[in-house]
Protein backbone atom coordinates (compact mmCIF):
# COMPACT_ATOMS: atom_id res chain seq x y z
CA UNK A 1 0.00 0.00 0.00
CA UNK A 2 1.63 3.47 -1.10
CA UNK A 3 1.98 5.61 1.24
CA UNK A 4 0.39 9.19 1.81
CA UNK A 5 3.34 11.79 1.48
CA UNK A 6 2.64 15.39 2.75
CA UNK A 7 5.26 18.28 1.75
CA UNK A 8 6.07 21.32 3.38
CA UNK A 9 7.42 24.05 1.52
CA UNK A 10 6.56 22.53 -1.88
CA UNK A 11 7.16 25.21 -4.19
CA UNK A 12 10.98 25.70 -2.60
CA UNK A 13 14.21 24.57 -4.79
CA UNK A 14 14.28 21.07 -3.69
CA UNK A 15 10.57 21.09 -3.12
CA UNK A 16 9.22 21.01 -6.60
CA UNK A 17 11.60 18.54 -7.88
CA UNK A 18 11.26 15.88 -4.65
CA UNK A 19 7.55 16.26 -4.59
CA UNK A 20 7.50 15.51 -8.65
CA UNK A 21 9.85 12.57 -7.78
CA UNK A 22 8.08 11.21 -5.31
CA UNK A 23 4.63 11.65 -7.08
CA UNK A 24 6.33 9.48 -10.28
CA UNK A 25 7.55 6.63 -7.57
CA UNK A 26 3.87 6.70 -5.57
CA UNK A 27 1.75 8.06 -7.85
CA UNK A 28 0.40 11.77 -7.99
CA UNK A 29 -2.98 11.48 -5.96
CA UNK A 30 -0.62 10.21 -3.31
CA UNK A 31 1.85 13.02 -2.73
CA UNK A 32 0.13 16.06 -1.21
CA UNK A 33 2.05 19.63 -1.93
CA UNK A 34 1.76 22.03 0.93
CA UNK A 35 3.04 25.98 1.04
CA UNK A 36 2.29 29.75 1.20
CA UNK A 37 2.43 30.26 -2.74
CA UNK A 38 1.17 28.06 -5.04
CA UNK A 39 2.82 27.24 -8.78
CA UNK A 40 0.92 25.93 -11.78
CA UNK A 41 0.22 21.63 -12.26
CA UNK A 42 1.18 21.30 -8.66
CA UNK A 43 -2.22 19.56 -8.13
CA UNK A 44 -2.97 17.82 -5.26
CA UNK A 45 -2.10 21.13 -3.06
CA UNK A 46 -3.26 22.63 -0.23
CA UNK A 47 -2.41 26.38 1.35
CA UNK A 48 -0.55 26.04 4.32
CA UNK A 49 1.42 28.44 6.79
CA UNK A 50 3.85 26.28 8.87
CA UNK A 51 3.15 27.97 11.81
CA UNK A 52 -0.78 27.39 11.57
CA UNK A 53 -0.59 24.10 13.64
CA UNK A 54 -4.53 24.15 13.51
CA UNK A 55 -4.27 23.83 9.52
CA UNK A 56 -1.36 21.23 9.53
CA UNK A 57 -3.40 18.81 11.88
CA UNK A 58 -6.69 19.44 9.80
CA UNK A 59 -4.85 18.73 6.44
CA UNK A 60 -3.13 15.47 7.83
CA UNK A 61 -6.51 14.01 8.42
CA UNK A 62 -8.78 15.19 5.94
CA UNK A 63 -5.92 13.46 3.59
CA UNK A 64 -5.16 10.26 5.50
CA UNK A 65 -1.35 11.33 5.57
CA UNK A 66 1.26 8.57 6.92
CA UNK A 67 4.30 10.47 6.31
CA UNK A 68 5.45 14.11 5.98
CA UNK A 69 8.92 15.60 4.24
CA UNK A 70 9.32 18.87 6.38
CA UNK A 71 11.20 21.13 3.78
CA UNK A 72 9.47 24.54 4.96
CA UNK A 73 12.41 27.17 6.39
CA UNK A 74 13.86 30.23 5.63
CA UNK A 75 17.68 29.54 4.34
CA UNK A 76 20.99 31.21 5.64
CA UNK A 77 21.45 34.56 3.66
CA UNK A 78 17.86 35.29 3.82
CA UNK A 79 17.48 34.20 7.96
CA UNK A 80 20.19 37.06 8.78
CA UNK A 81 17.95 39.73 7.55
CA UNK A 82 15.00 38.55 10.07
CA UNK A 83 16.42 36.60 12.70
CA UNK A 84 13.66 36.07 14.90
CA UNK A 85 11.10 35.17 11.86
CA UNK A 86 13.74 32.88 11.09
CA UNK A 87 13.99 31.10 14.61
CA UNK A 88 9.90 30.91 14.79
CA UNK A 89 9.25 29.48 11.17
CA UNK A 90 12.48 27.13 11.41
CA UNK A 91 11.99 25.65 14.92
CA UNK A 92 8.67 26.27 15.93
CA UNK A 93 7.19 24.60 12.97
CA UNK A 94 9.67 21.68 12.58
CA UNK A 95 8.30 21.32 16.85
CA UNK A 96 4.93 21.25 15.51
CA UNK A 97 5.31 18.73 13.24
CA UNK A 98 7.41 16.20 15.43
CA UNK A 99 4.33 16.61 17.77
CA UNK A 100 1.48 16.14 14.98
CA UNK A 101 3.92 12.97 13.62
CA UNK A 102 3.59 11.72 17.81
CA UNK A 103 0.43 12.42 18.30
CA UNK A 104 -1.19 11.07 15.10
CA UNK A 105 1.28 7.78 15.02
CA UNK A 106 2.69 8.43 11.70
CA UNK A 107 4.70 6.70 9.93
CA UNK A 108 7.82 8.57 9.27
CA UNK A 109 9.17 12.68 9.37
CA UNK A 110 11.77 13.76 7.11
CA UNK A 111 13.69 16.93 8.41
CA UNK A 112 16.58 18.70 6.18
CA UNK A 113 19.16 19.81 7.98
CA UNK A 114 22.58 21.29 6.52
CA UNK A 115 25.94 22.17 6.43
CA UNK A 116 25.21 25.15 8.45
CA UNK A 117 25.21 23.92 11.57
CA UNK A 118 29.21 23.49 11.49
CA UNK A 119 30.51 26.44 12.52
CA UNK A 120 34.78 27.11 13.46
CA UNK A 121 34.65 24.89 15.94
CA UNK A 122 34.42 22.34 13.62
CA UNK A 123 37.14 20.47 11.12
CA UNK A 124 37.09 22.17 7.83
CA UNK A 125 38.31 19.24 5.74
CA UNK A 126 36.70 16.15 5.51
CA UNK A 127 34.28 16.99 8.29
CA UNK A 128 33.53 13.96 10.90
CA UNK A 129 29.63 12.89 11.48
CA UNK A 130 30.11 13.68 14.66
CA UNK A 131 31.83 17.65 15.68
CA UNK A 132 30.99 20.30 18.23
CA UNK A 133 28.39 22.57 16.51
CA UNK A 134 28.90 26.24 16.93
CA UNK A 135 27.00 27.49 13.86
CA UNK A 136 27.14 31.24 12.65
CA UNK A 137 24.19 31.78 11.53
CA UNK A 138 20.17 31.84 12.82
CA UNK A 139 19.54 29.47 10.10
CA UNK A 140 22.68 27.23 11.31
CA UNK A 141 21.14 27.35 15.07
CA UNK A 142 17.58 27.08 13.47
CA UNK A 143 19.38 23.59 12.19
CA UNK A 144 21.43 22.70 14.97
CA UNK A 145 18.75 22.95 17.55
CA UNK A 146 16.45 21.28 15.15
CA UNK A 147 18.76 18.12 15.23
CA UNK A 148 18.63 17.83 18.71
CA UNK A 149 14.64 18.13 19.15
CA UNK A 150 14.58 15.12 15.91
CA UNK A 151 17.02 13.21 18.22
CA UNK A 152 14.57 13.82 21.08
CA UNK A 153 11.40 12.79 19.84
CA UNK A 154 13.25 9.40 18.62
CA UNK A 155 14.48 8.43 21.75
CA UNK A 156 11.70 9.18 23.85
CA UNK A 157 8.85 8.99 21.80
CA UNK A 158 9.39 6.80 19.17
CA UNK A 159 8.97 9.13 16.33
CA UNK A 160 11.02 7.80 12.89
CA UNK A 161 12.69 10.78 12.24
CA UNK A 162 14.56 10.81 9.21
CA UNK A 163 17.24 13.45 8.72
CA UNK A 164 20.25 14.75 6.11
CA UNK A 165 22.63 17.50 6.65
CA UNK A 166 22.43 18.99 2.67
CA UNK A 167 25.64 20.59 1.21
CA UNK A 168 24.78 23.53 -1.51
CA UNK A 169 22.39 22.03 -3.83
CA UNK A 170 22.49 22.89 -7.53
CA UNK A 171 19.88 21.96 -9.84
CA UNK A 172 18.75 23.41 -13.43
CA UNK A 173 14.89 23.25 -12.67
CA UNK A 174 14.56 26.39 -10.42
CA UNK A 175 16.46 29.34 -9.07
CA UNK A 176 17.25 29.47 -5.41
CA UNK A 177 16.43 32.07 -3.42
CA UNK A 178 18.10 33.21 0.34
CA UNK A 179 21.12 30.57 0.31
CA UNK A 180 24.75 31.16 0.54
CA UNK A 181 25.62 28.76 -1.88
CA UNK A 182 23.08 30.28 -4.54
CA UNK A 183 26.28 31.36 -6.58
CA UNK A 184 26.57 27.73 -7.99
CA UNK A 185 23.33 27.57 -9.40
CA UNK A 186 23.27 31.29 -10.72
CA UNK A 187 26.66 30.65 -12.21
CA UNK A 188 25.34 28.42 -14.86
CA UNK A 189 22.44 30.88 -16.12
CA UNK A 190 24.68 33.83 -16.16
CA UNK A 191 26.62 31.88 -18.08
CA UNK A 192 24.01 31.21 -21.36
CA UNK A 193 22.51 34.68 -20.90
CA UNK A 194 25.43 37.02 -20.15
CA UNK A 195 28.52 35.13 -20.59
CA UNK A 196 29.45 37.25 -17.28
CA UNK A 197 28.81 36.81 -14.08
CA UNK A 198 29.62 38.78 -10.26
CA UNK A 199 30.48 36.05 -7.71
CA UNK A 200 29.19 37.42 -4.36
CA UNK A 201 32.00 34.70 -2.71
CA UNK A 202 35.76 34.96 -2.89
CA UNK A 203 37.17 33.01 -6.10
CA UNK A 204 38.74 30.38 -3.71
CA UNK A 205 35.88 29.68 -1.22
CA UNK A 206 35.24 26.27 -0.99
CA UNK A 207 32.14 24.50 -0.05
CA UNK A 208 30.71 20.69 -0.22
CA UNK A 209 28.39 21.19 -3.13
CA UNK A 210 25.41 18.22 -4.91
CA UNK A 211 23.80 17.95 -7.97
CA UNK A 212 19.63 17.91 -7.64
CA UNK A 213 19.19 14.73 -8.91
CA UNK A 214 21.46 12.98 -5.72
CA UNK A 215 19.79 15.37 -3.32
CA UNK A 216 16.48 14.00 -4.34
CA UNK A 217 17.92 10.55 -4.61
CA UNK A 218 19.88 9.97 -1.04
CA UNK A 219 16.11 11.87 0.56
CA UNK A 220 13.63 9.21 -1.06
CA UNK A 221 16.76 6.51 -0.29
CA UNK A 222 17.37 7.52 3.41
CA UNK A 223 13.10 7.76 3.82
CA UNK A 224 12.93 4.27 2.23
CA UNK A 225 16.01 2.65 4.15
CA UNK A 226 15.58 -0.30 6.37
CA UNK A 227 14.91 1.80 10.34
CA UNK A 228 16.96 -0.75 11.87
CA UNK A 229 20.29 0.10 10.17
CA UNK A 230 20.06 3.56 11.01
CA UNK A 231 22.55 4.82 13.43
CA UNK A 232 22.08 9.00 13.24
CA UNK A 233 18.44 10.05 13.98
CA UNK A 234 19.97 13.86 13.78
CA UNK A 235 21.43 14.50 10.82
CA UNK A 236 23.31 12.09 8.11
CA UNK A 237 26.86 13.90 6.98
CA UNK A 238 26.01 14.07 3.07
CA UNK A 239 28.63 14.83 0.29
CA UNK A 240 29.10 14.52 -3.44
CA UNK A 241 31.93 17.61 -4.46
CA UNK A 242 33.65 20.13 -2.88
CA UNK A 243 34.38 23.29 -5.63
CA UNK A 244 35.45 26.88 -5.49
CA UNK A 245 33.65 29.83 -7.29
CA UNK A 246 36.97 29.78 -9.48
CA UNK A 247 36.92 26.03 -10.11
CA UNK A 248 33.50 25.31 -11.27
CA UNK A 249 34.05 28.89 -13.31
CA UNK A 250 36.43 26.76 -15.16
CA UNK A 251 35.04 24.09 -15.66
CA UNK A 252 32.10 26.22 -17.48
CA UNK A 253 34.73 27.97 -19.65
CA UNK A 254 35.58 24.62 -21.07
CA UNK A 255 31.71 24.93 -22.77
CA UNK A 256 31.29 28.33 -23.03
CA UNK A 257 34.77 29.58 -23.36
CA UNK A 258 33.67 33.28 -23.70
CA UNK A 259 32.81 33.14 -20.03
CA UNK A 260 33.66 35.48 -17.79
CA UNK A 261 34.01 36.21 -14.28
CA UNK A 262 33.87 39.13 -11.27
CA UNK A 263 34.44 38.98 -7.63
CA UNK A 264 32.49 40.89 -5.25
CA UNK A 265 32.18 38.88 -1.80
CA UNK A 266 29.60 40.78 0.12
CA UNK A 267 28.28 39.22 3.71
CA UNK A 268 27.99 35.57 2.57
CA UNK A 269 31.83 35.04 1.76
CA UNK A 270 31.70 35.47 5.84
CA UNK A 271 28.34 33.17 6.51
CA UNK A 272 30.58 30.39 3.75
CA UNK A 273 33.84 30.82 5.72
CA UNK A 274 32.61 29.40 8.74
CA UNK A 275 31.32 26.35 6.96
CA UNK A 276 33.44 23.33 6.32
CA UNK A 277 35.04 22.78 3.05
CA UNK A 278 34.48 19.06 2.39
CA UNK A 279 32.46 16.14 4.40
CA UNK A 280 33.03 12.83 5.66
CA UNK A 281 29.89 10.86 4.66
CA UNK A 282 31.54 7.23 5.30
CA UNK A 283 28.80 6.94 8.07
CA UNK A 284 25.59 7.12 5.43
CA UNK A 285 27.75 5.14 3.11
CA UNK A 286 27.83 2.35 5.41
CA UNK A 287 24.21 2.62 6.97
CA UNK A 288 22.05 2.68 3.62
CA UNK A 289 24.51 2.17 0.86
CA UNK A 290 24.76 6.35 -0.18
CA UNK A 291 26.82 6.68 -3.57
CA UNK A 292 26.31 9.79 -5.38
CA UNK A 293 26.07 9.71 -9.39
CA UNK A 294 27.32 13.09 -10.31
CA UNK A 295 30.76 15.07 -10.37
CA UNK A 296 31.53 19.00 -11.07
CA UNK A 297 32.49 17.76 -14.54
CA UNK A 298 29.19 15.70 -15.42
CA UNK A 299 27.02 18.17 -13.35
CA UNK A 300 28.09 20.62 -15.67
CA UNK A 301 27.59 19.09 -18.63
CA UNK A 302 23.75 18.06 -17.24
CA UNK A 303 23.24 21.61 -16.04
CA UNK A 304 24.09 23.22 -19.23
CA UNK A 305 22.14 20.66 -21.25
CA UNK A 306 18.71 21.40 -19.43
CA UNK A 307 19.16 25.39 -18.91
CA UNK A 308 20.08 25.26 -23.10
CA UNK A 309 16.73 23.40 -23.48
CA UNK A 310 14.50 25.64 -20.79
CA UNK A 311 15.76 28.85 -22.21
CA UNK A 312 14.93 27.99 -25.81
CA UNK A 313 11.57 27.25 -24.67
CA UNK A 314 11.11 30.78 -23.48
CA UNK A 315 12.08 32.33 -26.39
Known amino acids: MSPKILITGANGQIGRVLTEALRQK ?5 VLATDITKIEDNEPFEFLDILNSQRLYE ?3 DHNITQIYH ?5 SA ?4 NPLKTWNINLNGLLTVLELVREKKLDKVFFPSTIAVFGNTTPRV ?77 ADTRLPMMYMDDAIKATIDLMEADGNRLTVRYGYNLAAMSFSPEEIF ?10 TIDYKP ?10 TESIDDRVARKDWDWNPGFNLKTMSEDMLHHLKIVFSQEK
Not at 26 to 30: I, L, V
Not at 71 to 75: E, G, K, M, P, T
Not at 250 to 259: D, L, N, R, W, Y
Open 26 to 30: FGREN
Open 59 to 61: IVE
Open 71 to 75: LAAIL
Open 78 to 81: SGEW
Open 126 to 202: ETPQDVPLLPSTVYGMSKSSGELWCLYYYNKFGVDVRSLRYPGIIGWQSLPAGGTTDYAVEIYHAALKNKHYECFLN
Open 250 to 259: QEIKKHIPEF
Open 266 to 275: DFRENIARSW
